[in-house]
């Protein structure tokens, strides 16, 4: 009788412990996940107008998941990847977008590059209920929770950046006369917003504004035009070919502004090289992450575990190329997300877990940065840095400042 007893309880024992095991142990899987692989997708400017940041970046973005997978993969699950060309064309993205949600049933879409893809493929993916994630674009759009719940961005958004730029005028240069160059469109749009409320009351030392069309061949004009309204301060927002004309066009003029350039097209493979060395000394700009041609950072592990994967798995990735940088970060903070999902690989967990990071460190980001986002604002990054270009590389200037 006792021993029928003690088998009773047993069985009872186990029942209960089932019945309260918590949820997460149990496995759940969205389209594109199962037992053994995860299918991700991303569509990137492998040619095209943008091809200079896409390229490097595609190649370091298949070489990484070409290394998780040699190490076992994520929670013993192999990264399926598929990459498409979208040329950085609106209608090539959506195309692609479909292919990858309709044809080869990603889990999602990640590390999109740059806004007009982005802004393309938004409302489709936020339809079809698919995270667009970890993308690398900045305009202020991407970060609306309410109306695009899907779209969680992984790069410093643009109006922040003009609130870090204002912040940085106030303290280093209180009485500048500022004027100020965007690309108009949300681009360049979103960055004057978050200068001039940065600066607030003193928003009117804007003494002139200008801008220019992403189409347009030269931005000469524009220069001219801002040198003669004689302002001390030149802060632009513009893109890589922009950017590099411009700080041609300021030295040839023979004029000394100080001249603070957008951290997207701070590389100084892909603009300041093209643009002369000798001409882009004394830029000021935002960065977050490490950069390798700093010799700030040529002993430092992370640096040298970055290069090191580059050489293995994507040597034909420019190492100083910015966009290869921001490649690097988004894919591991990418994979720690996708550890973090664990066995619960469903659409609305990824998105979960990727809004819950709160002071996440990723590989080679700059002391004082981290990535921080919640449910009602994804937000990932709220501080930045201030680095001069030297001749030679960019170093660090001052201490981390907040946007907030």
């Not at 149990?26 to 991700?40: F, H, N, R, V």
């Not at 806004?115 to 393309?120: E, F, I, R, S, Y």
Request: with cysteine; hydrophobic share 40%; aromatic share 8%.
């Amino acid at each position: 009788m006792n021993g029928s007893t003690d088998r009773i309880l047993c069985i009872i024992a186990a029942a209960a412990a089932l019945a309260s095991a918590p949820v997460h142990a149990q496995k759940a899987y969205g389209p594109g996940a199962s037992d053994t692989e995860i299918k991700l997708g991303q569509s990137t400017p492998l040619s095209g107008p943008a091809s200079a940041f896409g390229a490097g970046a595609g190649r370091a973005v298949v070489g990484y998941f070409e290394m998780i997978n040699e190490q076992g993969g994520i929670n013993g699950r192999k990264i399926n990847f598929t990459q498409l060309d979208n040329a950085y064309s609106a209608p090539k993205a959506v195309e692609q977008s479909r292919k990858l949600i309709e044809d080869v049933g990603v889990l999602a879409e990640v590390g999109t590059i740059g806004t007009v893809p982005n802004v393309a493929i938004q409302k489709y993916l936020n339809s079809k209920q698919v995270p667009q994630l970890f993308i690398t674009a900045g305009g202020r759009r991407f970060n609306d929770p309410k109306a695009f719940p899907w779209t969680v961005p992984l790069y410093p958004d643009f109006e922040t950046e003009g609130r870090v730029i204002a912040k940085y005028i106030l303290n280093a240069k209180p009485d500048a006369k500022i004027g100020v160059l965007f690309q108009n469109d949300d681009f360049g749009r979103d960055y004057v917003k978050g200068l001039r409320a940065g600066l607030g009351p003193k928003a009117s030392q804007i003494v002139i504004e200008a801008s220019y069309e992403l189409a347009d061949p030269t931005i000469d004009s524009q220069i001219v035009q801002l040198k003669a309204a004689g302002i001390d301060t030149l802060i632009e927002q513009s893109s890589a070919k922009a950017a590099a004309q411009s700080i041609r066009k300021v030295h040839e003029l023979n004029w000394n502004p100080l001249h603070v350039i957008g951290g997207s097209t701070a590389s100084v493979e892909t603009v300041l090289k093209p643009a002369g060395l000798d001409a882009s000394k004394g830029l000021v700009t935002t960065q977050f992450l490490k950069q390798p041609g700093d010799p700030a950072w040529a002993d430092d592990e992370e640096m040298k575990t970055y290069k090191g994967f580059l050489k293995k798995y994507a040597s034909s990735a420019n190492p100083d190329d910015y966009s290869v940088l921001v490649a690097y970060m988004n894919v591991n903070a990418l994979t720690a997300v996708l550890r973090k999902c664990g066995d619960e690989l469903t659409r609305e967990n990824l998105v979960r877990q990727a809004t819950s990071l709160q002071g996440a460190r990723m590989p080679l980001m700059l002391p004082g940065v981290s990535i921080s986002t919640a449910p009602g604002d994804y937000t990932p990054f709220k501080i930045l840095r201030i680095a001069k270009f030297d001749g030679t590389s960019w170093a660090l200037s001052g201490d981390p400042i907040s946007a907030e």
